[in-house]
């Protein structure tokens, strides 16, 4: 009847894939929606491709969630187009990154504990 | 293969007017705009609209393509159910904002505190938080013996 609710150590929404890929895109600073696609493309060897309209629907709900904020200016001529428009982590969506991360290095702990991990990539 | 496993499930409804139906559901419920469209006569093709984890599709009646509103149809049989923290506090505020009273909230049989508020657009919706983890089993034991005992009717 009801999911078990996620939700993070500072209060704030539980993420989506999706929301998690782009705040880590800015998490190095400030970019636009082409960055934050081609990020995601490459760092998944293309696994992972964000169309522009997940991406549009992914930053606008990380915006509605105080997440993430748009700076400068919005190309008039597509007012609608994520790519063209530059955004930056708020402090909550840096806070709420890292404890993502965190929860995901853990889990990613316990993958490599149960020998999911490739050979590779294991630590001993 | 023969059988297809869906890659997802949305809800999508009609609104006599969805200025007024995402002004609401915004206030009432927290939902956020995401994106608009219009038809080129000025009537919204659809809202979407982001409900916590979830996404509500939004659309004006029309009329000549027989997509019509409660407001048209005289109700609804559909039951949105939706997951909060707060009940008592969203259906109060939803129902000082113009929602009709249902269903009060109340405590369930089957572990959650819950109550049903219908819109000024006559959709109904279901407020429920969890109350108590309940095996199916122990809900199956709880099932008062008619729709009109216990705790289906509130306190």
Redesign the interface.
Known sequence: MYRVPVSSASGAPALTTAGFQVLLALASGRSHGYAVMGFVDQLTDGRVRLGPGTLYRTLARLVADELVSESGATDPTAPHDARRRYYELTPLGAQVVREEADLLARLVEAANNAGLLDRNRRTP | MTRQRPLGLGTHIFVSDADAAVAFYSEAFGA????RHRLPDGRVLFV?L?V??DKLLLSEEIAELNALSPSSLGGSPVLL?L?LDDVDGTFAHAVEMGGAVEMPVAEMF?G?RYGIVRDPFGHHWAL?T?REQLAPDEVADRVPAGPTEGSWKGD
């Open positions: 956020a705009e995401l994106i979407e982001a916590g984890p159910l997951e089957w959650e429920c969890r």
